[in-house]
């Protein structure tokens, strides 16, 4: 069975894959402060969980009529390799960077070339690490069409790069319903959601307000 997007976000609430601390900022690696962490490797160890996650994913890939699926590494591989597993389709997975040794490859696995890829990445932030994926993609031959993530925190940067790029950004639940659920649930106050609002209209303005990069 699937889940909705409202069910998603609770699940990412329920197992602590998404945290929101709108009064004691978190400080990505970047530097950044921001009132929201997703770490969704939480995800993994909860089988119920993760069997309608990639139930979800299945659905999604499905509509998109890929003949490839490929994993964003290093947390995508897992979901895609499991996506790839149920509807029989050939699976690679993409590193960042191409490999410095070796055969120097990018794009680990069966030639993308000709191919029709969905690509799967557990978070998109900036969206730049996720089309760096795909332009590795599309430089062996391959046709991108989307980039499935199961969680975006939809900053208008990365909104604005996937338009760019042409390729569809699809999520398994949004910033917004999170955020509403949140409110639902207790979790978020309106100070709160207020607080969640303008650090993703601005990310930078909001850290920079919060001694933050």
Known sequence: MSLSPRDFAGCLLEVGAVRLQPMDPFTWASGLKSPIYCDNRQLMGFPEVRDQIVAS????????????IAGAATAGVPWAAMVADRLQLPLAYVRPTPKNHGMGRQVEGPMAKGHRAVLIEDLISTGMSSLKCADALRAEGAEVPAVLALFSYGLPQAEEAFAAARIEMAVLSSFEVLSAEAEARGILDIAGSDALRAWRSDTVAWSHAHGGA
């Open 57 to 68: 994913l299945v659905v999604a890939s499905r509509a998109l009529k890929p003949t490839l």
